[in-house]
């Protein structure tokens, strides 16, 4: 097919799936299920400040009194089963700063998805979490001189709790949803990041995140601050092997660009059919700050996120563009928030996905400017792209914009791959699957034009892998 | 065995008769044209030869150089080197004709073998040059917005840059003004050679006068019922398909 990739730049894809595992054989493990217990357990493996002991302990008590979703999202959350999950798995709390030094069954996972390769290449910095921790973090000594700091959640909270006890929990509070109760409860691994003021980071920061053991629950905290008229690029990557019983990936990421910030945090995750992935990301954005989220849902069992932004200074700018591919079996629950709170802040929604099979895509949005503001924007658009006959689509937008002085646009578009452009395009020699990748490819194309070359390329390679997947 | 053959073939849409025991050869070289009335059965047999879904050859064979192709997949085929241009193409939207074609060219490659951009590149604004086309074209995406004339000038663009063995070219003048035609025409017989056998699917003697055939042959409810030289298409041209239309009535003429 038609890539110009010579590697898989964002490592997803060395081998179809990500789907191979090693032997779980963890030095520390908190059990299965969920009590006060296993948080004490968590919090002593990890040495946690009292402050956070306290904090997971309370978030705990929310978890258990918050009711599931149920009153509209899919009934397939009832699958979880709390008390069948791990909480806690890993081989050590301290993240390593040398490939040389992390473990080699841990190494050779990452290597098989190109890690360290791609570091070498384009990145600034890498962390890569293996289940529980962090097992390997570094930065460029370049950006490090800059005062960048890019650690694991847990190295934050330690060695600069100064910056990180000011926003921690603010941005997403642990009661906003049962999924961030129980992320609160029981986080471990994830990024800390601070940018100082007027430093643009060059490079992308990655994230790499991986699940090898069953019946897990991953449940990282990601923290960014950029700071007053600083730049940064984020990237994260998800995968896990393809096991028999379902694992939980359940994170909680916060941003917080300051006056003049620029943040841009990339998604690609690529969980295996198994996976519940029920996310909460959200974002503040300071007078004149933009925040985009570029989020890429491509497996999963179900996926639950809809990143948002709070625009709370003048002229803020949020945006979310989206593609989700629900394959057969899969249901991509995706969408954006984006809360105007001052005026002259604008937003931008664009969604795509493309539901194949059985699988099937929902939209979901919430855009809110209210009364007292002026010259507020907002412009959605969410196109739904459906493979087969039987594949489902489902948008439901809500947009409330009070006043005189906002305005709002909104477009939604569903279109099928006709048999017709299949046979057209197969008679110029392109297999079914091939065909059919390169009509979705097409129909991704104007949003994946936005993205970064590297990401754009992977995400092409990706969507060619389902799709031979999903045919014959 | 340097020819498309088809051998006495019948096939059916949705359990409706259409070609009614068919043959004819086209050997590499030449430009047979098949003329005849609405609802002969004319894009049926494009249709059938490219291995369309919803056709079912009920019975007889087509081969390529000697090889049976209908048990292929309509890509095996293409890659094999059977070219249509259609009638109607279809619109792929956010793909540029260059990387449709592109991935087009990489299909024909041996396993594991990249094309090269620059080679790939060269050859596509070579082609399109003997074309006459403006670079710009191959930027937008596939039959997207495109007038009639744009529609077809692409598959000629297509069938040059694909090279294969044997092109059926379905009502190719359909829908075009003189200029258009004229250009597409131009086109075509740039591609004629040895190694190119043509087979033109047109309703209406205007475009052989710009695509001359080497055999013009007749179809009347899903046979051949007249072939001869180009003489037949201006016969035809005087005296419509009425006066055939009786000899439909007896087993098939060659």
Redesign the interface.
């Known amino acids: 097919?038609?890539t110009?990739t010579e590697a898989a730049p964002l490592g997803l894809e060395r081998n179809a799936n990500g789907d191979f595992s090693y032997p779980d054989t963890h030095l520390h493990d908190a059990g299965v299920g969920l009590t006060e217990e296993t948080i004490h357990y968590i919090s002593n493996i990890k040495e946690d400040p009292d402050w956070v002991r306290d904090f997971r302990l309370n978030a705990y008590k929310t978890f258990l009194s918050k009711p599931m979703p149920t009153h509209w999202a899919s009934k397939d959350l009832e699958a979880i089963v709390f008390e069948n999950i791990r909480y806690y798995l890993s081989s050590g709390t301290q993240a390593k700063r040398s490939w040389e030094d992390v473990p080699e069954d841990v190494k050779r996972t990452f290597e098989r998805l190109g890690i360290p390769e791609q570091e070498r290449k384009f990145l600034a910095g890498v962390e890569a979490q293996f289940d529980s921790e962090a097992v390997y973090s570094n930065i460029k000594a370049a950006v490090g001189e800059q005062g960048v700091i890019f650690v694991g959640s847990t190295e934050g909270l330690k060695n600069h709790p100064e910056i990180f006890r000011k926003w921690f929990g603010k941005v997403i509070p642990t009661g906003d949803n049962k999924f961030s109760a129980l992320n609160s409860a029981v986080f471990s691994g994830g990024s800390f990041i601070y940018v100082p003021p007027g430093v643009k980071v060059k490079h992308p920061l990655q994230a790499y995140f991986r699940i090898n053991a069953e019946n897990f629950g991953q449940f990282e905290r990601t923290l960014i601050i950029v700071d007053e008229g600083a730049e940064l690029t984020y990237m994260e990557g998800c995968t896990a092997p393809k096991f028999n019983t379902a694992t939980l990936h359940s994170a909680v990421v916060e941003l917080v660009a300051l006056k003049g910030a620029k943040i841009q945090y990339i998604t690609v995750q690529n969980w295996s059919a198994n996976v519940f992935n029920l996310v909460t990301k959200r974002a503040i954005a300071h007078e004149e700050a933009e925040v985009k989220w570029i989020d890429c849902n491509i497996g999963s069992r179900l996926t639950m996120k809809y990143p948002g932004v709070v625009l709370k200074g003048r002229k803020a700018r949020g945006e979310v563009l989206s593609i989700a591919l629900a394959s057969n079996g899969q249901h991509q629950d995706t969408g954006a928030k984006m809360v105007h709170a001052a005026d002259e802040t604008t937003s931008n929604i664009i969604s795509k996905s493309i539901s194949i099979g059985t699988g099937r895509a929902t939209y979901r949005g919430l855009v809110h400017v209210p009364k007292h503001l002026k010259n507020c924007k907002n412009n959605t658009e969410c196109d739904a792209l459906l493979i087969n006959a039987n594949s489902r689509t489902d948008t439901y937008p809500a947009i409330t914009v009070r006043g005189t002085g906002n305005s709002v646009q909104h477009e939604a578009s569903v279109?099928q791959v006709?048999?017709?452009?299949i046979?057209?395009?197969?008679?110029?020699?392109?297999?079914?699957a091939?065909?059919m990748s390169?009509?979705v490819?097409?129909?991704?194309?104007?949003l994946v034009r936005q993205f970064p070359m590297e990401y754009s390329v992977e995400l092409k390679r990706l969507i060619e892998l389902e799709m031979e997947g999903s045919v014959g | 065995m340097n020819q498309l053959e088809i051998q006495n073939i019948r096939a059916e849409i949705a359990e409706q008769e259409i070609i009614r025991g068919l043959s004819l050869s086209v050997p590499k070289g030449e430009v047979h044209a098949i003329m005849g009335p609405n609802g002969s059965g004319k894009s049926t047999l494009a249709k059938v030869l490219a291995g369309h879904p919803d056709y079912k050859v009920t019975s007889g064979s087509v081969l390529m150089d000697g090889e049976d192709i209908l048990a292929l997949e309509p890509d095996e085929r293409a890659r094999k080197g059977i070219f249509l241009a259609f009638q109607y193409p279809n619109e792929i939207p956010g793909v540029t004709i260059a990387n449709f074609l592109r991935a087009a060219v990489q299909s024909r490659l041996p396993e594991g073998e990249e094309l090269e951009a620059t080679d790939y590149y060269a050859k596509l604004y070579e082609k399109m040059d003997l074309l006459e086309m403006d670079r710009a074209f191959t930027s937008r995406a596939v039959n997207e917005g495109f007038s009639g004339g744009e529609k077809k000038r692409n598959e000629i663009l297509q069938l040059a840059m694909l090279e294969p063995k044997y092109a059926v070219l379905d009502e190719t003048d359909s829908g075009l003004d003189i200029d258009a035609l004229k250009v597409v025409a131009n086109g075509v017989n740039s591609l004629r050679g040895p190694e190119l056998g043509v087979l033109l699917i047109t309703h209406y003697q205007r475009l052989l006068d710009y695509i001359i055939p080497d055999h013009v042959h007749v179809m009347v409810q899903g046979r051949i019922v007249r072939s001869g030289d180009k003489s037949l298409a201006l016969e035809l041209e005087e005296k419509g398909y009425d006066w055939l239309r009786d000899e439909v009535a007896e087993p098939t003429l060659v």
Not at chain 1, 418 to 421: I, L
Not at chain 1, 423 to 432: C, I, S, V
């Open positions: 097919m038609v110009d279109s006709s048999a017709e452009q046979f057209y395009m197969q008679q110029r020699g392109l297999t079914e091939q065909a390169l009509s490819n097409g129909f991704v194309n104007d």
